[in-house]
């Protein structure tokens, strides 16, 4: 059953505003796609730098909430850190331009703009008055307990920092790593064997990831909190590989015979120069039949603890794979900040660099757009 939430006034609306977004905004705006009276979920961005294209930045914000299905108006709530300003005849509130652009988007592209609000540590305020009055944050109704709608804590960034590691688990993972690496230089699957000093166990490492990675996957996917540093570090060369990572990623997303298929793909792309079939390549884009979030939740914390664990080096693989899970639930501030670690540690990353150009451009996928 789904929770109607009326908000005629816009205080209330400001009260409804974290339970969509499933947080607090801060530093942010909000665009919220209505059909009707009703409102779908939030789409949060961060403030522009003040030297921004403004047009450019409303141009992108429209044509991204222009992909929610049934749209036919739109709300704005500027969240900001910096205080309305006292002039002459009145009160400027905070970034005015880019709130006039965007209202001037919304209008052409045939939207009705529902409100255009500002947030600020001193109290709130009506884009939309001739002479805007600042009133007090008090004013803003807390959200009643209802069912389907949980308790909200923390802004946009909360809960994405990387679960803490013991370091003796750090260094098991390290050293298994080191393993598996020096045994795989150079093999290929169905021809590994330990030399004169090479570890038996990373023998039996190397063979479960080569000769069943999609049933490895499955079986660290069921299980998130019981990630061993074997398993970890297993997973970890493979999601430092890109044909292998961008199977993993995929199966992810959908099942363990569509994984099996998107590893056949990939290795046959990586030896051939085949191309990726259209099915395995519309889910890297976000297209398709919505991926269970239950089991992407669990992907995620898999993801979020091998990069909590592996070795600097070998963290960009997992920090990516972390942001493409994240952002395939809708998580873009946490995309952005995992994205951010790995290209700090890896600056030419590939999948880095293109998941932070599709964050740039406000790209969401569109199972996440349909939630309506």
């Known amino acids: 059953m789904n929770t109607i939430i009326h908000a005629t006034e816009p205080a209330e609306l400001l009260g409804i505003v ?7 905004p801060r530093r942010s705006i909000v665009m919220l796609p209505f059909h009707g009276t009703r409102a779908h979920g939030a789409m949060r961005m961060d403030l522009p730098d003040a030297d921004a294209d403004t047009e450019e930045f409303a141009n992108a914000a429209v044509h991204a909430l222009l992909q929610v299905r049934g749209i036919d108006a ?32 919304i209008e052409q592209a045939g939207l009705h703009l529902v409100d255009a609000l500002c947030v600020t540590p001193g109290g709130w305020a009506d884009y939309g008055e001739e002479y805007p009055i600042v009133r007090p944050l008090a004013d803003i109704p807390s959200l009643p307990d209802l ?54 166990l990373a023998l039996v490492r190397a063979s479960m990831i080569l000769d069943d990675l999609p049933g490895f996957v499955e079986r660290i996917t069921g299980s998130p909190g019981d990630l061993s540093p074997d398993d970890c570090a297993a997973l970890l060369w493979c999601l430092n590989r890109p044909a292998l990572r961008d199977a993993v990623i995929v199966q992810w997303a959908t099942d363990h015979e569509f994984g ?49 664990l592996a070795p600097r080096p070998a963290k960009a693989g997992a920090l990516t794979a972390a942001a493409w899970l994240a952002w395939a639930m809708g998580r873009s501030s946490h995309a952005g900040q995992y994205i951010d670690q790995a290209l700090e540690i890896e600056p030419e990353h590939g999948m880095a660099s293109l998941i932070s150009s599709m964050l740039s451009a406000a790209m969401l996928p569109e199972w996440v757009l349909r939630r309506a």
């Open 18 to 24: 974290p339970a969509l977004a499933g947080f607090t």
């Open 147 to 200: 069912p389907g709608i949980g308790s909200v804590t923390g802004d946009q960034t909360a809960g994405a920092e990387l679960p803490p590691g013991d370091l003796v688990q750090r260094e098991r993972v390290g050293r298994a790593l080191q393993e598996l690496e020096e045994l795989l230089a150079g093999h290929r699957p169905g021809r590994i064997a330990a030399g004169p000093g090479e570890s038996p």
């Open 260 to 308: 099996c298929l998107a590893l056949q793909a990939q290795l046959e792309f990586a030896g051939n120069h085949d191309e990726i079939p259209d099915a395995v390549g519309r889910v890297f884009l976000g297209r398709g039949p919505r991926p269970d979030p239950d089991r992407l939740g669990c992907a995620l914390e898999v993801a979020r603890r091998a990069a909590s």
């Open 74 to 105: 739109a709300a704005i709530v500027v969240y900001t850190d910096e205080p309305a300003q006292t002039v002459p005849d009145g009160v400027l509130l905070p970034r005015l331009t880019v709130v006039e652009m965007l209202v001037d988007v």
